[in-house]
């Protein structure tokens, strides 16, 4: 334990760099429709990315990710109105702040709380085809809809962009108002996704048209992704020229450098050499970056994001596969904690630079998280849910988290103050079914995530195929896939090589195939497919230790945090606990005391 505190000691090396903006090409929209893909979008810019999100509801939910989902909808993502009385004011027509009333603590936060609930109520009411589920998302969409206008300041209706008091009062707490848009923006863009809905479409072309002012707010980093989404709908030029100037050079000096405009460039990734960041602000600030690649063609944009997160994956990286973040981002650490909030948004994170870059490396981030501190964060009746999670949690109350509700927030509770993580939780699981299958440019399907599903989609010369996945992954290391496309139909299926597996065999009905991976970590099967198929994939698993940076050691196996470097849980045996992946991991010190000795710091 004495080497726990030596390295969060150094934590206290931390230094800041100065800011490197680099170069950004003005953007190059094309201005005709471009349709390769079933999927792709009417309007592209010049790169796409490597793989193209379905909408949600092409991936069913099946076996245990099913009944997940459905405890979700049973639990708080169906009723949160009935959680918190804040939730019932969440973009309501009568919750309209101004003044100093749009700082979050003093009457704005369900503008945040509503957004990050409403990304999941959206996403899950689509995954699951539950009309109460999307009758209520529409019902709240419904009021900014009718009220939404060029006149208003994004989504805020009751604010007038030419008002010099309204446009003062957006700047509170860093610009926390325009971040809490769009939160809002991102459920909207997913619901349209799923609906098609014009009203919903409109309703973000109006409020990304008509001023783009945002852009320059440390919280309009939230509104580049669903600015990015509704322009490739929509073709709008004013949200292209505030897109353009965003990843322009010319921006760079408007752009406030914290938290956002930092993460433009590259980082110094000497140890201790970048200053740390609160975890949420991190990811939201990092990510939307890499839009910036497609947007632009410039490479910049996307290794930028990418080391980033490399950097927080070597420093920062807990075993159950999120950053420290309680609430800050910092060294790795046996009692450190990791907020609700970064859970969610870690996983988001990866998807969308998953995504953007094809990068397998990056789902296998996203599975990791999900299968370890995805579960940990919430009861499996989806009715409790802590605030931090903590690998080596010992008693409730333990550790003593910083920051939020503080060590309470280690305790499974209906709500926790603030009611951020409250919220963010419903975003999770939503997020994780809707992208276990994305679509390719060249009309085929990529199996991104695993887990038991079906995925519904347009191959080939679209036509419709259903792909069932039959497997109990990741508590099993088979994956059966049968294959049935309406008619025969030539289409590549890419499956992903976890980059942990040494071992993975595939076979295509019965015959054995390469299990080579390209340099992106898919296999890619191209062949006339007819309905009856079948894919088999094995994923052998393996224990391997790591360290962290505390030099504490914990073994892992596969995806599911099996036990750390500390006493065994069963004397008798000499066995180490297994991992409990619907719950929270409460791994034992190898030492009295340990946990009173350990040191707690940003
Ligand atoms: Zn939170």
């Known amino acids: 334990m004495e080497l726990i505190e030596r390295f969060f000691l150094g934590l206290t090396a931390l230094a800041s760099v100065p800011l490197v903006a680099p170069v950004a090409a003005p953007a190059r929209c094309e201005e ?13 810019p010049p790169r796409r990315p490597a793989l193209i999100p379905l909408p949600p509801g092409a991936v069913e939910p099946a076996g245990w990710l099913r009944d997940w989902c459905l405890a979700a909808r049973d639990g708080y993502t169906g009723h949160m109105d009935a959680v918190h009385e804040e939730f019932r004011r969440a973009w309501a027509a009568d919750h309209t702040m101004r003044g100093e009333r749009l700082n979050w603590f003093r009457g704005a936060w369900p503008y945040e709380g509503g957004g990050y609930w409403f990304d999941g109520l959206a996403r899950l009411g689509s995954i699951l085809r539950d009309d109460g589920l999307i009758a209520q998302v529409r019902r709240r969409f419904e009021v900014v809809a009718s009220r939404v206008h060029p006149g208003g300041i994004l989504f805020l209706w009751w604010l007038d962009k030419d008002s010099p008091e309204d446009s003062q009062a957006i700047t509170c707490d860093g610009g926390w108002p325009i971040w809490a848009c769009g939160l809002l923006g991102r459920a909207m863009a997913a619901y349209y996704a799923a609906s ?3 009203r919903i479409l409109e309703t973000l072309e109006t409020a990304y048209s008509s001023d783009r002012n945002w852009i320059r707010l440390p919280g309009g980093m939230s509104n580049v992704w669903p600015a990015f989404q509704t322009y490739t709908w929509t073709g709008n030029k004013r949200i292209a020229e505030a897109l353009s100037e965003v990843f322009s050079k010319e921006a760079s000096a408007a752009i406030a450098p914290n938290p956002w405009g930092r993460y433009r460039r590259m980082p110094d990734a000497r140890p201790g050499a970048e200053t740390n960041e609160h975890g949420v602000a991190f990811l939201e600030a990092t990510t939307p970056w890499a839009l910036g690649y497609l947007w632009t063609g410039d490479e910049e944009f996307l290794k930028a994001p990418l080391a980033w997160h490399d950097l927080v994956e070597r ?11 309680d609430e800050f981002w910092g060294p790795t650490g046996a009692f450190r904690g990791t907020e609700t909030c970064d859970v969610a948004g870690y996983l988001w994170s990866q998807i969308v630079l998953l995504s953007v870059s094809g990068q397998g490396r990056l789902a296998d981030r996203a599975e990791r998280a999900f ?6 964060t919430v009861s499996r009746d989806f009715q409790t849910h802590v605030y931090f999670q903590s690998p080596n949690r010992v008693a409730d109350n333990s550790p003593p988290c910083p920051h939020g509700p503080g060590a309470s927030g280690c305790s499974y509770k209906p709500t926790h103050m603030p009611l951020c993580c ?7 699981v939503p997020n994780y079914v809707m992208h276990m299958w994305m679509a390719t440019y060249d009309n085929g399907l990529a199996a991104a995530l695993y887990g038991p599903c079906k995925v519904s989609a347009l191959v080939g010369d679209r036509v419709p195929v259903d792909i069932v996945c039959a497997t109990d992954y990741p508590f099993g290391e088979a994956i059966e896939m049968n294959v049935r496309p309406a008619r ?3 289409f590549p299926v890419l499956l ?17 195939v390469s299990a080579g991976a390209d340099e992106r970590g ?6 006339l497919w007819k309905s009856g198929d079948v894919i088999r994939l094995r994923l052998p698993m393996s224990v391997r230790v790591a360290g962290g940076r505390d030099r504490g050691w914990r073994a892992v196996r596969l995806r599911l945090l099996r036990s750390s470097s500390l006493r065994p849980a069963d004397p008798r045996s000499g066995r180490p606990e297994h991992a409990r992946p619907l719950g929270q991991v409460d791994i034992r010190p190898g030492c009295a005391g340990g946990e009173a000795r350990c040191r707690h710091r940003c």
């Open 496 to 512: 992903r090589i976890p980059g942990w597996c040494a071992h993975p065999e595939v076979r295509v009905n019965g015959a054995p």
């Open 422 to 428: 409250t919220a963010a939780l419903n975003r999770i």
């Open 371 to 376: 299968f370890n501190a995805g579960p940990a």
């Open 315 to 325: 420093e920062a990286m807990q075993p159950h596969g999120v950053i420290v973040a």
């Open 522 to 527: 898919f296999v890619r099967l191209d062949r």
């Open 32 to 44: 005709s429709p471009v349709r390769v893909s079933a999927y792709a979008r009417p309007f592209e």
């Open 196 to 198: 098609g809905e014009r």
């Open 488 to 490: 025969k139909a030539a």
